[in-house]
């Protein structure tokens, strides 16, 4: 029987008007916020006992947000009728929740077949709404799971991490050490000369009459299945080894699934077949851009390669593939980027992402994100770090997540939502190294 999961109190917490940094401003969305996906983004986590008590974790999450002003704001819009981030210290929204078995029982089947129940329902659009979320779920051992949403459209997944770290570090000391993000969004939209974009950004990172996405079939969602594949450290290293040449984790990791899911798929050998790669550009900026800089600052790469030539190749060339596609995401490709949102915003012009809904289906193509960079170790709130991340439900086909495993040093979890007709096979032949 399930679980259930009772909400027992909420709470907003505002920061107090001495320790706030938002400054009632209205800060506008820049063209990287505009292309990230316009909704809220979950994380979930879980801590063995003992875990800090709710009060100290909402004093430091209270110490933290006031450095992370944008967390605290609310959507509005500017005297240009744009979309922006209004300032406020309106504050963040925090449940708290009880729920009436031990962890260790819960984790491997209740809590993943109700993941839905430990993190808030933010609707997105509602007036209001907090932009900023928390669901902390005390279990009757002092096991906690915290569920986390944020919106997009406010920060990435690099920011995202740095704040739960800084919670995290507010915690655990007390609040005596508080780390402090780089908030100057300015920073990574000034072109250094008139606008004059050189990629067709309108059809690549959002949704114009052109963008591939409008080409994607849609399937209905009990095709639709979630899948969570471990890489011990000792298979990173044999893939390495395969590869001989110096290689990321991610880059290693990517090349082997985007094989295996391309074989999984059964595709004609003369298609073509791409991965959405997700990359940080926060480094590839000149001058460089903070990597404690909150915000958005992300584009994508597009590896592709036709399904005979990927199927056939070695792990050197498929992972060649993928590095010169996520090296042409260089400061010439951020520049043009900023150019085109200056003359978008200068013209007034509207623009949509190309985030997928629910049901689609990038078949022949893959989507990435990696969290293999994100300090999830660091999350430590006084008695260790998490003891599992918990994704949320994927639902879209073709779109997978890699982040560092909790359970085991140096492996990687891979999760993954892939079409019903295709798991089978994939989970054949997922750990078979060419």
């Not at 986590?45 to 947000?65: H, I, K, Q, R, T």
Request: with cysteine; hydrophobic share 40%.
């Amino acid at each position: 029987m399930a679980v259930i999961v009772e909400i027992t109190q909420r709470t907003v917490l505002r920061p107090s008007s001495g320790s706030a940094w938002g400054d009632g401003k209205k800060v506008p969305l820049t063209v990287f916020d505009c292309a990230s996906t316009d909704g809220y983004i979950p994380t979930v986590f879980a801590w063995n006992a003992p875990a800090p008590a709710n009060s100290a974790l909402m004093d430091g999450l209270l110490d933290a947000v006031a450095r992370f002003p944008h967390l605290a704001g609310r959507f509005a819009v500017d005297d240009h009728g744009r979309k922006c981030i209004h300032l406020n210290d309106a504050g963040v929204l925090v449940l708290e929740a009880t729920a009436a078995t031990d962890l260790a029982e819960a984790l491997p089947h209740d809590v993943p077949a109700h993941i839905s129940e430990l993190y808030p329902d933010a609707e997105n659009g509602r007036a209001g709404e907090p932009l900023f979320q928390v669901q902390l779920t005390r279990y009757t051992c002092g096991g906690l799971i915290i569920g986390m949403v944020s919106h997009h459209q406010v920060a990435d997944g690099q920011s995202m991490s740095g704040f739960s770290t800084a919670w995290a570090t507010a915690v655990r000391t007390d609040s005596t050490v508080l780390p402090s993000p780089f908030n100057d969004r300015a920073t990574t939209v000034n072109p250094r000369s008139p606008p004059a974009p050189a990629f067709d950004h309108r059809n690549i990172e959002f949704k114009g009459e052109h963008s591939p996405s409008h080409s994607y079939r849609v399937l209905p969602m009990d095709r639709i299945k979630n899948l969570a594949v471990h890489f011990p450290e000792e298979f990173v290293a044999d893939l390495k080894s395969r590869v001989g040449a110096r290689c990321s984790t991610f880059q290693c990791l990517l090349a082997h699934v985007w094989k295996k899911v391309t074989a999984a798929r059964d595709l004609d050998p003369e298609d073509f077949t791409q991965v959405r790669v997700a990359v940080n550009c926060r480094g590839r900026a000149e001058p460089p851009v903070p990597m404690d800089f909150f915000g958005n600052m992300v584009l994508w790469a597009f590896p592709r390669m036709q399904v005979r030539d990927l199927l056939s190749s070695g792990y050197p060339a498929v992972v060649g593939a993928i590095g010169e596609a996520v090296a042409r995401v260089d400061d010439e490709y951020v520049q043009s980027f900023v150019y085109f949102g200056r003359g978008t915003q200068d013209g007034g012009q509207e623009l949509a992402a190309t985030a997928a809904t629910p049901g689609t289906s990038f078949c022949p193509d893959l989507e990435v994100d990696s969290w293999l960079g994100f300090r999830f170790h660091d999350m430590d709130f006084g008695h260790g770090p998490p003891c599992a991340f918990l994704p949320p439900d994927l639902p879209i086909d073709g779109i997978m997540v890699f982040v560092p495993s909790c359970a085991a040093k140096g492996g990687v979890d891979l999760f993954i939502a892939l079409d019903d007709e295709h798991v089978e096979a994939f989970e054949h032949i997922c750990y078979s190294i060419d």
